[in-house]
């Protein structure tokens, strides 16, 4: 089984809880949310405030990426304002166990995240202390870019790594999904797939979430 979790950096703001019942209508149980502190990546979106006004709306999972620099200042705050699941990268943290711990204790699901171009070695010692692994198919900072072909290699690897090593981790991706690859992606192994542009672009999220529901499910 997969999940769907539409990233709302794609989403009409000015509508944002409609555009989160509408996801909702449509299948997702899970809800993508994008923080940026104009300094991991470049780009600055949102923080803590949204993300409790987000928990008062739904009862959807929250899941929250963040980009940014020393996320281990920040990460635990993520899970008292609401949010059931976060994720920081590896290339960000110096102290990702004791960030990850940090998660937990707070009450939700810790997660790592890693770059297109870092290699999954970097996961190694990370993986017994994980509840997720957050892989990016695309370059972190910006919605609406290309699906990086070399993350389908990528991704069969890391669920080889998860498998063979007996983990519990899950495995998340996010950039440049849509229904044209979602089912090599489901097939790959991965669990939950993050869309943007592929669910809020065309303003039909809860008909784009169907569809990426039905086509991701060809090969399961």
């Known amino acids: 089984m997969f999940e769907i979790a539409p990233s709302i950096l794609s989403a009409d703001f000015t509508r944002l809880g409609d555009e989160i019942e509408a996801v909702r209508a449509g299948g997702?149980?899970?809800?993508?949310?994008?923080?940026?502190?104009?300094?991991?990546?470049?780009?600055?979106?949102?923080?803590?405030?949204?993300?409790?006004?987000?928990?008062?709306?739904?009862?959807?999972?929250?899941?929250t990426h963040l980009?940014?620099?020393?996320?281990?200042?920040?990460?635990a705050k993520f899970a008292e304002a609401g949010a059931n699941m976060v994720s920081v990268h590896v290339e960000a943290d110096r102290h990702l166990n004791r960030t990850l711990a940090s998660i937990r204790e707070a009450g939700a699901k810790a997660g790592v995240a890693i770059n297109p171009a870092t290699p999954l070695v970097a996961l190694e010692e990370s993986l017994p202390f994980a509840d997720f692994i957050l892989l990016m198919?695309?370059?972190?900072?910006?919605?609406?870019?290309?699906?990086?072909?070399?993350?389908?290699?990528?991704?069969?690897?890391?669920?080889?790594?998860?498998?063979?090593?007996?983990?519990?981790?899950?495995?998340?991706?996010?950039?440049?999904i849509d229904d044209n690859n979602?089912?090599?992606?489901?097939?790959?192994?991965?669990?939950?797939?993050?869309?943007?542009?592929?669910?809020?672009?065309?303003?039909?999220?809860?008909?784009?979430?169907?569809?990426?529901?039905?086509?991701?499910s060809v090969f399961v």
Do not use: W
């Open 28 to 63: 997702a149980t899970v809800l993508h949310v994008d923080v940026m502190d104009g300094q991991f990546v470049p780009n600055i979106t949102i923080g803590l405030p949204v993300v409790r006004s987000i928990r008062k709306v739904t009862d959807m999972t929250i899941d």
């Open 137 to 176: 198919s695309v370059n972190p900072g910006f919605g609406g870019q290309k699906f990086i072909s070399t993350s389908v290699s990528k991704l069969r690897r890391l669920r080889r790594m998860i498998d063979d090593g007996g983990f519990a981790a899950r495995i998340e991706i996010d950039g440049g």
């Open 67 to 75: 980009m940014i620099e020393n996320p281990g200042q920040y990460a």
């Open 182 to 216: 979602i089912n090599t992606i489901v097939e790959s192994g991965a669990e939950i797939i993050v869309a943007g542009s592929a669910v809020f672009g065309d303003g039909e999220p809860e008909a784009a979430v169907r569809n990426l529901l039905a086509k991701g």
